[in-house]
């Protein structure tokens, strides 16, 4: 089994900044592409950021400039900086990873999310 953990979410003032973190664990003989996720009340689950397992990144256009994704291959982690908060950001984030296990099997995964409260 793999499991996602996230943490570092909380709330902060608007412009203020948090770093969010992802821990894969489990099984694991190959972590492919990984995303962030946000929903926000009343919206639907919609992608914030993604990364490649070389590294090349993706974001929304909401959060171009002000979000940062990466992951450290070596301990299974993503991570995503975000700065100049809005209230706009409130919203659970999701971690999302593609893994291929150890009996060679690919699967999609979500982690259990993290609330992040912007204040205005």
């Known amino acids: 089994q793999v499991q996602l953990v996230e943490s570092g979410g909380g709330l902060v003032q608007a412009g203020g900044s948090l770093r969010l973190s992802c821990a894969a664990s489990g099984t694991i003989f190959r972590i492919n592409k990984m995303g962030w996720y946000r929903q926000g009340p009343g919206n639907q689950r919609e992608l914030v950021a993604d990364i490649t397992g070389g590294g090349s990144t993706n974001y929304a256009d909401s959060v171009k400039g002000r979000f940062t994704i990466s992951r450290d291959n070596a301990k299974k982690t993503m991570y995503l900086q975000m700065v100049s908060l809005k209230p706009d950001d409130t919203a659970v984030y999701y971690c999302?990873?593609?893994?291929?296990?150890?009996?060679?099997?690919?699967?999609?995964?979500w982690g259990q999310g993290t609330q992040v409260t912007v204040s205005s």
């Open positions: 999302n990873a593609v893994v291929v296990d150890t009996k060679w099997q690919r699967g999609n995964y």
